[in-house]
């Protein structure tokens, strides 16, 4: 998994896709202050959307560090006014993103071939397979290049 601060700056900037984001366990993310330090956190035991309270499926023993990572001022990672967390997507949830259907499985590979033969094309726009799959979604779905730090409509 990519955490570098390319990948990190390239996912902030990413709006779009930040938007999309439903957490879940496994998710990896940073909190915007942390990002100097590129302190990344997996999330686990998600919050069921609740304010946090003695309700939260979250056991008690990882509490007081878990509050930390996907709780803010009493809110769940998952509401609304959470702002402050940047996400970075796995490769299979930018594969996701851009499938055409979960029942087409014949259109798997015309993805696939579509992918090789963008990134062919922008080898050097990348360091990981995160990166060229954040390149090709943002591409694709809302035909952005990645230009001189920040997205831009192409």
Known sequence: ????????KMCKQATELQKLW???DGDFFINKYE??????????????????SDDCPIDSTS?????????WDGDCIKSDEFKDVIWLP???QLQKMIEP??????HAWNIIFQFYAYIQDHRKEFDSLEQAWLIFVMKA??????????????
């Open 1 to 8: 998994m990519d955490t570098t601060k390319d990948y990190i």
């Open 22 to 24: 439903e957490p879940e």
């Open 35 to 52: 990002i100097e330090k590129s302190y990344v956190d997996v999330a686990f035991d998600v919050c069921c959307g609740c304010s946090y």
């Open 63 to 71: 509490r007081e560090y878990v509050e930390d990572l996907l709780h």
């Open 90 to 92: 796995r490769q299979d």
């Open 101 to 106: 259907s979960k029942y087409a499985n014949h």
């Open 141 to 154: 779905k809302y035909n952005k290049i990645w230009h001189k730090e920040k997205w831009v409509v192409e």
